[in-house]
């Protein structure tokens, strides 16, 4: 007995002391209920009122007025009503209305807006609200309340449940002391024994009673929850490489499923004669994620576009990568001559590309190509779900030509962890409301647990989109969406490039590879060399790039003969006929300036266009003694971050549009508006003439930024996203579950 009362009296005293410490927390909560309840009821007497009194003051009927106002006052809550015109003038009020509220004191209140005022008969909630006729604002309505009623109503309702409060703690306390008294002494003796004897139980174990076996199981969820939050490092202190994405997958992904969907695959089946040859595509992409599906054997779902690679599928379209260690698998999906004419060069490369990127090109919507756009997103969606073996995998979902599959995954498989990355700009809502399918694509990546941008500013313009075209709730601090009972983060992953470059292992020394490429080219060993590596896009800003060299020669005659920029060009989309055109103006500039300033073993540009090899290119790019970037618009243009990755001597200068994504990591960049022509061009004069030193010291701080914030990490980060989410969700299933068995 003497126990219990040490028991029940404290827990009795501090009970008393919470019960008083909440009542005025709820007094508050009464005050803001009954206070939002006048302002909801104001607004929409004001809204009632708006017409008629309009009229009214537009024809000056005061004794209509008056008579209006005082018929809307009956309400018995309803304590006065005044207007005021646009001069701060009083002209109409109700008898009841206080002196103390003149126009003049109300003039800081915006319209719908609310204020409680204090007097001596008690508070007034006071709200304002615009009057307009025709469009033209006639003045002001002041509604005003008493709220007597409601101060009354709270002093009852707080003492009321003050003393229930104490009651109910009174009786509780009371049988919880009867309880314990009757099952504490076993309940310590198992805790004891689960701690002294064997620490925490195994979770199979079934020594104890099934109460017991439930605290057991919950300790090992909370020991494993600590534990990884305890792994989990920050960012900055991780080196980032294919060994850290293991280790990511195996402490925070352990069991779970992942797989990757993208238009373009890891490798490549081609026929060369009588032999399959297997090619490694020069990608990013590929780079990034290839450990993971390395570390985790998972599925990467692609088109299968190589000449072979029917030929070594199993029966389920099926082939086990890489060929020297398969680790995973590829699904290929195979498109039909109209399917890859409607979905790929169709909507996605006239339509969404040339509509997300600012390079003044007219996107063209065609309702078949949408067609087959959504039939080819519905069929990698299906490979998705059939792929699938459990209820809730990690999708990486890659690129603009899966805007729809998101959602489509989302309605069969509810549960999965859906990051959709999109690798090129997005546009402002204006440009992006051209789109006829505008809605549809944002519902599409609004299926997606994560959607991935490279910088802030375009998941921004996706926000604005968002807000313009959708009724969805949008958090911009926590850079989130709401939509259809779902939760999107919408967050910046820029990407990079793989740190060391493989490309670089066999590579000679710079000064070798200056010498190769200009014995190639028939230069002289002081012939100063830039660079432009490119896919034949006109979002690249090639032919600005030639001009700019152009008025370099123009400006600066004394680098004629001394200055040469080799452009290569992987030719692209070539059955579209803007790149037909691009590609006709891109050759006609080139000859016309080689024309003006070249001689005879002179050649101011020379344009390659063809594909290169990637070992190929870093060669161009370690013999070059500058690079220039000119897109017009980028999401954030790797050749740029190439370059810096192939200067292992520390020399050469980045010249780079201010339009790409690039230039925001990359300040040591001699940063440009491709559009000024002369801007560009006094950029490569700089280049030309900048000492080693400076070029040692630019080039020393940007291979720094690339090496930590490497390809490794902009997957790394997303998977690690992926995996705090995931582990939020189920500790969210578990408190419910807990809850529901309290119950």
Not at 92 to 114: I, V
Not at 144 to 163: G, L, N, P
Request: glycine content about 6%; charged content about 25%.
């Amino acid at each position: 007995m003497r126990l219990s009362l040490r028991f029940i009296l404290p827990l009795l005293l501090v009970l008393g002391v919470v019960a008083y410490s909440v009542v005025p927390l709820v007094d508050s909560l009464t005050l803001k209920w009954f206070t939002r309840d006048l302002e909801s009821r104001s607004k929409l007497l004001a809204s009632t009122m708006e017409v008629p009194l309009a009229d009214l003051v537009v024809s000056r009927s005061r004794t209509k007025i008056f008579a209006y106002f005082h018929k809307v006052i009956q309400d018995e809550r309803l304590y006065a009503l005044g207007f005021c015109d646009m001069q701060q003038r009083l002209l109409y009020q109700t008898l009841t209305y206080p002196d103390q509220l003149s126009c003049e004191s109300l003039a800081h209140l915006a319209p719908g807006s609310s204020e409680v005022v204090d007097f001596a008969q008690g508070p007034l909630h006071v709200v304002v609200a615009t009057i307009q006729s025709d469009g033209k604002v006639q003045g002001r309505l002041m509604l005003v309340h008493d709220m007597s009623f409601v101060h009354q109503r709270s002093t009852d309702t707080k003492w009321y449940i003050f003393y229930l409060f104490v009651g109910l703690a009174g009786v509780i306390s009371a049988v919880t002391v009867i309880v314990a008294q009757l099952s504490w002494r076993g309940w310590v003796a198992g805790v004891r024994d689960m701690l002294t004897k064997t620490g925490l139980p195994a979770e199979a174990s079934q020594a104890h009673s099934a109460e017991l076996n439930a605290v057991a199981q919950d300790l090992h969820a909370l020991v494993r929850e600590l534990e990884a939050d305890r792994r989990m490092r920050d960012e900055s202190q991780i080196t980032w490489s294919p060994a850290s994405l293991k280790t990511i997958l195996h402490e925070h992904l352990s069991g779970d499923e992942i797989l990757i969907v993208s238009n373009r695959q890891p490798y490549i089946h081609n026929r060369r004669g009588q032999k399959v040859e297997v090619q490694v595509p020069a990608s990013g992409l590929v780079s990034a994620l290839e450990p993971v599906m390395r570390a985790c054997s998972g599925v990467w779902i692609a088109h299968g576009n190589g000449s072979a690679d029917k030929e070594v599928v199993d029966n389920r379209d099926h082939v086990r990568v890489p060929p020297d260690h398969p680790s995973y698998d590829i699904r290929r999906i195979w498109l039909s001559p109209d399917e890859e004419s409607g979905f790929y060069y169709g909507f996605s490369n006239e339509g969404l590309w040339p509509l997300c990127h600012n390079a003044h090109v007219r996107p063209t919507f065609r309702t078949s190509d949408w067609e087959q756009y959504v039939v080819v997103n519905e069929r990698f969606a299906k490979a998705v779900v059939e792929e699938a073996k459990t209820d809730d995998p990690v999708i990486l979902v890659q690129d603009y030509h899966f805007a729809l599959l998101p959602k489509m995954v989302r309605e069969k498989l509810p549960n999965a962890t859906i990051i959709m990355f999109w690798h090129i700009p997005w546009p402002n809502s204006e440009s992006y409301g051209i789109c006829p399918w505008r809605q549809e694509i944002l519902e599409g990546l609004l299926g997606s647990s994560i959607v991935g941008f490279h910088t802030r500013e375009h998941g921004n313009h996706f926000l604005s989109c968002i807000d313009r075209i959708l009724e969805a709730r949008i958090d911009r601090d926590s850079s989130t969406v709401s939509y259809g009972g779902r939760l999107t983060a919408v967050n910046p992953y820029p990407i990079s490039i793989e740190w060391p470059s493989r490309w670089l292992e066999n590579q000679r020394p710079v000064p070798d590879c200056r010498v190769h490429i200009r014995e190639r080219h028939a230069m002289g060993p002081d012939r100063l060399v830039g660079i432009g590596v490119d896919r034949l896009d006109y979002t690249k800003g090639i032919i600005e790039r030639f001009l700019a060299v152009e008025r370099l020669f123009e400006l600066q005659p004394e680098w004629v003969g001394k200055f040469s920029f080799i452009q290569i060009a992987a030719p692209s989309r070539t059955i579209i006929d803007q790149y037909q055109h691009f590609h006709d103006q891109v050759y006609a500039l080139a000859e016309r300036i080689n024309k003006r300033f070249g001689r005879e073993g002179y050649e101011p540009i020379v344009l390659k266009v063809k594909h290169h090899e990637p070992p190929d290119v870093y060669e161009y790019y370690r013999a070059s003694d500058l690079c220039f970037v000119t897109s017009l618009h980028d999401g954030m243009n790797l050749v740029a971050k190439e370059f810096i990755a192939a200067r292992d001597d520390e020399q050469g200068v980045l010249i780079l549009s201010q339009f790409t994504g690039a230039a925001q990591e990359l300040p040591e960049a001699l940063v440009v508006n491709p559009y000024d022509i002369d801007q560009c061009a006094a950029a490569l004069h700089m280049a030309l003439s900048m000492t080693p030193k400076e070029q040692r010291a630019r080039m020393r701080s940007m291979r720094g930024l690339i090496q930590e914030f490497n390809v490794y990490r902009w997957a790394g980060r997303m998977l690690m996203d992926a995996a705090r989410m995931r582990r939020r969700i189920r500790v969210m299933k578990q408190v419910g579950q807990a809850s529901g068995r309290g119950r």
